[in-house]
């Protein structure tokens, strides 16, 4: 179901904001936002976290990343310090095949990620980074990673102007794919009400005259 999933929203450019709200107008992960303007992903999501104002961890789980993965890098106390920059991005897009990297955090070397036009959403942007250090991870690091991972691994994520959105893996079902068709074809109808009838959006939103 995951391939039929994927390959739906990314032949019918599925938005997050229509994503969304087949999850009952949910599934958006706060704050994150494109670093660059006009890009699209989507696919199942790897998991990997820097933690403790180090980001030693996220060189050594870059390695297991896949071809085609949205790789969420997450920030555990890294008091705002950026998780990764140019190097990172590029090893994971160019020699990893990732489809995007999604950081709950903060980035740097913003403007080379920005004019090689790298699929990266993100907190915000930050030139202090995190320290490349072996920190051992504390019993409450292990506690929210194991947290985090048990949500977001093999989820799918749809990254593109307005955010990212993650599809849970008990929402991957054929269910779901149903409701994916349907509201590509509701948005088809709205905007034929509007352009071609021209109704106002009450009369197609809330009255749906279209349905009598």
């Known amino acids: 179901m995951y391939e039929e999933i994927i390959s739906f929203i990314s032949k019918n450019r599925v938005s997050t904001t229509e994503v969304a709200d087949c999850l009952g107008k949910s599934g958006a992960i706060d704050s994150v936002i494109p670093l660059n303007k006009g890009l699209f992903a989507v696919g199942k999501v790897k998991y990997i976290y820097g933690h403790s104002e180090s980001n030693w961890s996220i060189h050594e789980q870059a390695r297991d990343v896949c071809d085609g ?14 998780l990764f920059g140019e190097l990172v991005t590029k090893f994971l897009v160019l020699y990893k095949g990732a489809g995007a990297l999604v950081a709950l955090g ?4 913003a403007n080379d990620i920005i004019k090689n036009r790298y699929p990266v959403w993100c907190y915000g942007v930050n ?41 849970p893996q008990n929402c991957i079902t054929n269910d779901f794919l149903i409701k994916l068709h349907k509201i590509e074809e509701q948005e088809d109808k709205w905007f034929e009400c509007i352009d071609r009838f021209k109704w106002d959006t009450y009369e197609t939103v809330c009255l749906k005259k279209y349905l009598k």
């Open 106 to 109: 903060n980035v740097r070397d």
């Open 69 to 82: 993965d949205i790789v969420l890098i997450d920030g555990i106390n890294v008091n705002n310090r950026a």
């Open 127 to 167: 030139p202090i980074g995190c320290f490349n250090e072996n920190v051992k991870e504390t019993e409450t690091v292990l506690r929210i990673a194991k947290e985090h991972e048990s949500f977001y691994n093999d989820s799918i994520a749809v990254c593109d102007d307005t955010g990212v959105v993650i599809i």
